[in-house]
């Protein structure tokens, strides 16, 4: 009743059909052996249509099985596609195999997966859409970057471990015997970085890991770099280790109970503990770290390294000699910690304020932090921030609007000023090389071939000069220019509970005037103008 002609068709001859109908047809080819063929409805229909003259009748279509690859868009994955065949054949091995890589998959390729697929096809339905991911790429691994082990107890560890009483309750005065060495300690070791492990996508493409970030190991006073592992920093001193950036510094210590009138001022080259507080008027100038376990009233602290006070820094408003000038003052190179701030002038790289900071004027070289934590949420009120890179707080400002200006990115003005002088100076040496030049021309017609000779050495050297004078200075611009794009791109004010209003935020040259109550936001420089985010 049925055969199978040389383009796949199902023929079927009609006569043997009794009687002749669609659903006669249907029946006798699902009990035939092409009952998984497509079936040709539309052919069918059109004959009862007809006037019914044919003899031989297309019923069906054999159709195999096709394989199609898709390669996702990043090149990360490769997905198979079968379309069931319609009583042909299926879709081999080989085949799948041959396709993937006319498709261009060279990697990531498992022969497990495409089992799977073609297993699939043997259970779905002719016609079926059966797919499989046949080829995984793997992302970079990034480095790790370098970091510094430290093989001693600093001065600032060991005030974070106060000692236990015997009835078990912690002596917040008492932090032990301090955590001093001997010439020749190993005190800390860089742990390089790592390059991390490329990756790859399925056409066979190198994804490049980014190595880890590496540092100088940096030997501060008291140490040297070992001369057998550069790797290793090692101590020139008896002292106590202090952190600097990327290495260690050892200073000696000096301990005092209070400094008051008693004590006078202090002025040491190492490191200063003062086990109370110091006393109004009284002054701290030291070259290491400067530890107050008590408090700062009306005095002065200046240091090299880091200050800390574990409780207030607290000042007023000099009423004797200037209005404007606070007298508590706390200046250093390195960090500044204290627990809250009233009235007092903070300047350092980093200033961390526990708890809150009432009418303080505050300069930091990077990051103010008002609060505790990885989302600080103290109080800012009040005061002036002088000039940060980033400062976070909880609250900014007072609901009755107390005025305050934040000053972001100050230092721009600095590199700006610094590029203009830049820009002038090359100006003036291309001026010289211009006029250079018109020498080289004017000598060029000396008809004295050994006063011509003479002279055009002498430009030559003089022009060499100003080149790499013009070199120089180029390069020093492209420096200013980067320092400033990455000075501004990171320059962030966050607050992460709430901006009041009345406070004046400059970022660069740009000012943005709070008029309400802001919920956690940041401010950031985009487009050239203060814009407040949500």
């Known amino acids: 009743m049925f055969k199978l002609a040389h383009n796949g068709k199902i023929l079927m001859d009609i006569a043997q059909a009794a009687p002749p109908s669609e659903g006669f047809i249907l029946d006798a080819l699902k009990q035939s052996p092409f009952a998984q063929c497509?079936?040709?409805?539309?052919?069918?229909?059109?004959?009862?249509?007809?006037?019914?003259?044919?003899?031989?009748?297309?019923?069906?279509?054999?159709?195999?099985?096709?394989?199609?690859?898709?390669?996702?868009?990043?090149?990360?994955?490769?997905?198979?596609?079968?379309?069931?065949?319609?009583?042909?054949?299926?879709?081999?091995?080989?085949?799948?195999?041959?396709?993937?890589?006319?498709?261009?998959?060279?990697?990531?390729?498992?022969?497990?997966?495409?089992?799977?697929?073609?297993?699939?096809?043997?259970?779905?339905?002719?016609?079926?859409e059966v797919s499989e991911m046949l080829a995984q790429g793997r992302l970079p691994t990034n480095g790790e970057p370098a970091t510094l082990k430290l093989h001693v107890c600093t001065l600032k560890q060991r005030l974070k471990q106060p000692k236990l009483r015997e009835d078990g309750s912690v002596d917040m005065r008492d932090f032990g015997a301090l955590a001093s060495v001997e010439k020749g300690t190993l005190l800390a070791t860089q742990i390089p970085a790592t390059n991390g492990a490329d990756g790859f996508n399925v056409l066979g493409e190198t994804l490049p890991a980014k190595p880890g970030d590496t540092f100088q190991l940096t030997a501060g006073e008291g140490t040297e770099i070992s001369t057998k592992n550069p790797l290793q920093l090692i101590a020139t001193l008896s002292g106590c280790p202090s952190e600097i950036n990327?290495?260690?510094?050892?200073?000696?210590?000096?301990?005092?109970?209070?400094?008051?009138?008693?004590?006078?001022?202090?002025?040491?080259?190492?490191?200063?503990?003062?086990?109370?507080?110091?006393?109004?008027?009284?002054?701290?100038?030291?070259?290491?770290?400067?530890?107050?376990?008590?408090?700062?009233?009306?005095?002065?602290?200046?240091?090299?390294?880091?200050?800390?006070?574990?409780?207030?820094?607290?000042?007023?408003?000099?009423?004797?000699?200037?209005?404007?000038?606070?007298?508590?003052?706390?200046?250093?190179?390195?960090?500044?910690?204290?627990?809250?701030?009233?009235?007092?002038?903070?300047?350092?790289?980093?200033?961390?304020?526990?708890?809150?900071?009432?009418?303080?004027?505050?300069?930091?070289?990077?990051?103010?932090?008002?609060?505790?934590?990885?989302?600080?949420?103290?109080?800012?009120?009040?005061?002036?921030?002088?000039?940060?890179?980033?400062?976070?707080a909880g609250e900014i400002g007072t609901s009755s609007g107390t005025k305050m200006n934040i000053f972001l990115a100050r230092s721009g003005m600095n590199l700006t000023e610094k590029t203009d002088e830049c820009v002038k100076e090359l100006s003036a040496v291309e001026e010289q090389l211009n006029a250079l030049q018109q020498a080289v021309e004017k000598a060029d017609h000396l008809k004295d071939a050994d006063k011509k000779k003479e002279i055009m050495q002498k430009i030559l050297a003089t022009q060499q000069h100003y080149c790499q004078q013009a070199e120089q200075l180029e390069k020093q611009l492209s420096e200013l220019d980067h320092h400033l794009h990455d000075l501004l791109d990171n320059t962030q004010l966050t607050v992460n509970k709430a901006l009041n209003s009345d406070v004046e935020i400059h970022i660069f040259d740009r000012v943005y005037k709070t008029q309400r109550q802001y919920p956690p936001c940041t401010a950031k420089l985009i487009d050239n103008e203060v814009k407040i985010e949500f």
Do not use: W
């Open 38 to 128: 497509e079936v040709d409805h539309e052919s069918i229909k059109a004959y009862f249509k007809g006037d019914q003259t044919e003899k031989i009748l297309a019923v069906a279509i054999k159709r195999d099985a096709t394989f199609k690859v898709d390669v996702c868009e990043e090149k990360m994955q490769a997905i198979g596609t079968i379309t069931v065949a319609y009583g042909g054949k299926a879709i081999s091995l080989e085949e799948a195999k041959k396709a993937l890589i006319a498709a261009g998959v060279t990697r990531g390729f498992k022969n497990v997966y495409l089992e799977s697929l073609l297993k699939k096809q043997h259970l779905a339905q002719p016609g079926d």
């Open 246 to 392: 990327n290495g260690l510094r050892v200073d000696d210590v000096f301990t005092i109970d209070e400094v008051s009138v008693k004590s006078g001022h202090i002025e040491f080259d190492g490191s200063v503990i003062v086990s109370k507080s110091v006393a109004p008027g009284m002054k701290i100038i030291a070259k290491g770290d400067v530890t107050i376990l008590g408090s700062v009233e009306s005095a002065e602290i200046q240091t090299k390294g880091n200050i800390e006070v574990k409780q207030a820094a607290i000042g007023h408003l000099d009423h004797q000699h200037n209005d404007e000038e606070l007298t508590c003052k706390l200046i250093a190179g390195g960090n500044i910690e204290i627990s809250h701030g009233q009235y007092a002038y903070l300047e350092a790289n980093n200033i961390i304020v526990h708890k809150q900071s009432n009418h303080c004027d505050l300069k930091a070289i990077d990051t103010i932090a008002i609060g505790d934590g990885d989302k600080p949420n103290g109080k800012l009120i009040g005061g002036e921030i002088i000039d940060a890179q980033k400062v976070i």
